[in-house]
């Protein structure tokens, strides 16, 4: 399988803000972005260059892109069919970003960064509607039961989250039983539930080039 192999920490720096893909580490500070807060490169900072329209648009493009740990043919594919789907393809398409199973896992708290919940997914931790589901690209639907698996609660990464969670703010489309770690989805995100941090009508422009 396909994976984005290159430094997470550059890849913030690269976007000038944290896109948060190492957990507790991202507010610590051991944070690239408190650390080195400009682009990397040989020759350290350096002056910001003008930027293009088509640069913004890309610049948007990529950090959502890696924000959400997809490739770029994923990342494409997903657009096109937000688009197919009619209404507002932004919120379309941020819709399907979001319901994606990893970033469920990440939204719950069972992980604390995208990257680690599909790690978790992969290694088949997790069960939707009774069924094991290592793919984390699934796309969840409204009514899904999502559950750790017996034999996996007792694991390392899983100790201590019921108190851990027990007041964490889970989204208001998803519903977590913080004692027992199961979860429902209940319906698919609205858009006063969705807040990117990335600029959705630039990714649109970019691609209606």
Same mark, same amino acid.
């Given at each position: 399988?396909?994976?984005?192999?290159?430094?997470?920490?550059?890849?913030?720096?690269?976007?000038?803000?944290?896109?948060?893909?190492?957990?507790?580490?991202?507010?610590?500070? #051991?944070?690239?972005?408190?650390?080195?807060? !400009? %682009?990397?490169?040989?020759?350290?900072?350096?002056?910001?260059?003008?930027?293009?329209? !088509?640069?913004?648009?890309?610049?948007? #493009?990529?950090?959502?892109?890696?924000?959400?740990?997809?490739?770029?043919?994923?990342?494409?594919?997903?657009?096109? #069919?937000? $688009?197919?789907?009619?209404?507002?393809?932004?919120?379309?398409? $941020?819709?399907?970003?979001?319901?994606?199973?990893?970033?469920?896992?990440?939204?719950?708290? $069972?992980?604390?960064?995208?990257?680690?919940?599909?790690?978790?997914?992969?290694?088949?931790?997790?069960?939707?509607?009774?069924?094991?589901?290592?793919? %984390?690209? !699934?796309?969840?639907?409204?009514?899904?039961?999502?559950?750790?698996?017996?034999?996996?609660?007792?694991?390392?990464?899983?100790?201590?989250? %019921?108190?851990?969670?027990?007041?964490?703010?889970?989204?208001?489309?998803?519903?977590?039983?913080?004692?027992? $770690?199961?979860?429902?989805?209940?319906?698919?995100?609205?858009?006063?539930?969705?807040?990117?941090?990335?600029?959705?009508?630039?990714?649109?422009? !970019?691609?209606?080039?």
């Amino acid at each position: 399988m396909a994976k984005d192999i290159n430094p997470k920490c550059k890849q913030c720096r690269r976007a000038g803000e944290k896109l948060y893909f190492k957990g507790e580490r991202c507010f610590s500070p #051991k944070c690239a972005m408190v650390k080195r807060n !400009y %682009p990397p490169g040989f020759h350290g900072p350096k002056g910001k260059k003008r930027i293009t329209d !088509y640069g913004q648009q890309l610049s948007e #493009k990529q950090k959502a892109k890696r924000q959400y740990g997809l490739l770029e043919k994923q990342f494409k594919l997903t657009f096109e #069919k937000a $688009l197919r789907q009619g209404g507002n393809t932004g919120h379309n398409f $941020l819709k399907l970003l979001e319901m994606r199973f990893d970033n469920v896992v990440y939204r719950l708290g $069972l992980a604390r960064s995208r990257s680690e919940a599909r790690q978790l997914i992969n290694h088949g931790h997790f069960t939707v509607n009774g069924q094991k589901v290592n793919i %984390p690209s !699934y796309n969840t639907r409204t009514g899904d039961e999502i559950k750790i698996k017996s034999n996996k609660k007792d694991i390392k990464i899983f100790k201590g989250l %019921p108190e851990k969670l027990k007041n964490a703010e889970t989204p208001g489309w998803l519903n977590f039983d913080s004692k027992n $770690l199961d979860a429902k989805v209940l319906h698919g995100p609205g858009k006063d539930s969705i807040t990117p941090n990335f600029n959705m009508q630039m990714i649109i422009e !970019y691609y209606s080039r």
